[in-house]
């Protein structure tokens, strides 16, 4: 073989592993962390190299995808819908972008914010291992290893929200942990109910034969309501109400980094799962709806209103919460559950308008990458001021605009970002959710994000008058700056603003998303569950592949 064909050998391998690769890298980076650990120094490098080269492993599978469409991996060689199946589109793609920045953002804060000591225990291979869980749920094709990956995901976030093991943190945690093994065991009775009556795990299998229930001898009225019951673990681990109960004390007492990725793109995993499941799988089917105030032909018809509820409440209770907090920490939590309130609302309209529904889900995208960079680097800058003054209380804060001008204004893109402000990605997100409100002709769905939208310009300024203008105070006076610390929360600042400025990439990259996630024909096809041939005992898989 010549050394030109054995290169194009190896591209075409590499090519062929492309959606496997984000998540190999990120395990590998785990276990080389853990084996480190002995060696401090050796340990960051690993992990901080190994938050590069996920990006990297990311920004290869985006193109791979924008060039190809949607990539099947069977691992083993194993075909649905009896193998393992990982799936990369542009829906996947785009949540794996977010994961990427926001993971290397808070990686390198985290060289500096946390305690060396603490570095050693089990930090690194944790915070990889959290990536590993992100990074497998959004890319499995089957509901089971969705279950799986969540496990992974959420049991690292237990520790590192216990981090500093303090009383505080320790209540925390134990909310956190109770609540969301609760939903976990939950998720897993409605996904052997969803086994038991369908008879397949795979998402495309699950499509394919709800599409069709009588010939497979499915009857979708218990789908109906298993997965009515699994809205409710995805709405717990997103954090939207009345499932948010965690939020605020595991927001508060997790590090500041952690913090970050728990509600830059931990929450987003439960959005992911939404639009993946009810989008895509559960709207295959046609049955009958009719509950008081709620009717129609299809299982959206019944979450539509569901969905609008939760976003309403959501929005409201997270905007008066983060209005009274006299915490930035706490401020910023409540905040995260009338955000989220801001996502779930075009998904509300989408799925109880057909004709909208991809620029619904298109404008939930979109408001969730920003939300995703904005309230990530609002976290990072309110870690940086405690480390700075040794309080993010309110009362205790003044005149940080003076004393740190660099910091303030990250603090200050980042709360225009929430408030919806030109020409930064708020105000496109905010833009196309209340445009998607307005196609729809639902006065209320208008009301409810103005109402929202007002309550965020309340708390983003209070905020803002009581941490940054004002005089300085003793604990401002005597504040030491942390160089690296600011510059990251200038990374992402930057990021926000470039995103705003250069819309174009981020709709283009949200559209085609939408259409990924709508598309179930496509997805089936891609997937072919039909491929699989009992006898072929496994022969019969395919290693990789587009459309």
């Known amino acids: 073989m010549t050394e030109l064909a054995l290169q194009a050998s190896l591209a075409g391998t590499l090519a062929a592993q492309a959606p496997v690769i984000p998540l190999l890298v990120a395990l590998s980076t785990a276990i080389l962390a853990l084996g480190t650990r002995v060696y401090p120094r050796a340990q960051q490098g690993v992990s901080l190299l190994g938050a590069g080269a996920y990006g990297v492993a990311v920004l290869f599978l985006a193109v791979r995808v924008t060039a190809e469409g949607r990539l099947v991996y069977q691992v083993s060689d194993w075909a649905a819908p009896f193998g393992i199946t990982l799936v990369a589109d542009a829906l996947s793609v785009l949540m794996l972008g977010l994961a990427a920045v926001v993971s290397l953002a808070a990686l390198v804060y985290s060289l500096e914010f946390v305690d060396q000591r603490d570095q050693r225990l089990a930090y690194h291979p944790l915070y990889h291992l959290m990536v590993v869980g992100v990074t497998g749920a959004f890319l499995t094709g089957d509901i089971f290893n969705l279950f799986v990956w969540f496990e992974v995901m959420l049991m690292s976030s237990y520790v590192l929200v216990v981090f500093y093991s303090g009383p505080a943190q320790t209540r925390a945690a134990l909310l956190y942990t109770v609540l969301n093994l609760l939903g976990s065991a939950v998720m897993l009775l409605a996904i052997g109910g969803l086994y038991a009556t369908i008879g397949t795990l795979n998402m495309a299998d699950m ?3 709800l599409a069709d229930p009588a010939a497979f001898g499915i009857d979708p009225a218990p789908v109906l309501g298993l997965s009515a019951v699994l809205l409710t673990v995805f709405a717990l681990k997103a954090g939207i109400v009345p499932f948010q109960f965690w939020v605020p004390a595991a927001y508060r007492a997790a590090p500041a980094p952690v913090t970050a990725m728990l509600a830059g793109v931990v ?13 895509m799988v ?7 709806v009719s509950f008081p105030g709620i009717g129609g032909q299809g299982f959206l018809a019944f979450f539509g209103p569901v969905l609008f509820v939760m976003a309403a409440a959501s929005i409201f209770l997270g905007g008066f919460g983060a209005v009274w907090q006299d915490d930035m920490d706490g401020l910023l939590a409540y905040s ?5 309130g801001f996502v779930v609302l075009p998904l509300a309209v989408a799925a109880t308008v057909p004709d909208l529904r991809a620029l619904g889900v298109a404008a939930a995208l979109v408001y969730a990458v920003n939300h995703g960079l904005a309230k990530s680097l609002l976290f990072l800058v309110s870690g940086a001021v405690r480390t700075a003054t040794g309080t993010c209380e309110l009362p205790k804060l003044g005149g940080l605009s003076e004393h740190d001008r660099v910091l303030s204004a990250a603090f200050f893109v980042g ?12 105000f496109f997100g905010k833009f196309l959710v209340f445009d998607v409100a307005g196609r729809a002709g639902s006065t209320l769905g208008l009301a409810v994000a103005l109402g929202g939208a007002i309550l965020t310009i309340a708390y983003v300024t209070r905020a803002w008058n009581q941490a940054f203008w004002g005089r300085p105070t003793d604990y401002v006076i005597g504040a030491s700056r942390n160089g690296v610390l600011v510059g990251v929360t200038v990374v992402l600042a930057v990021s ?7 819309f174009d990439p981020l709709v283009g990259a949200a559209n085609a998303a939408a259409e990924a996630a709508l598309d179930v024909d496509a997805y089936v096809e891609a997937v072919d569950p039909d491929r699989f041939v009992p006898s072929d005992t496994g022969s019969g898989g395919h290693g990789g592949g587009g459309e």
């Open 267 to 279: 929450k987003k995993v439960g959005i992911y799962a939404i639009v993946r499941l009810y989008f």
């Open 207 to 209: 499509a394919r034969r």
């Open 336 to 340: 995260s559950i009338g955000q989220i």
């Open 415 to 426: 709360g225009l970002a929430l408030v919806g402000i030109p020409p930064l990605t708020g």
């Open 282 to 288: 559960f709207a295959a089917a046609t049955v009958p």
């Open 496 to 502: 926000v603003v470039a995103l705003g400025v250069g």
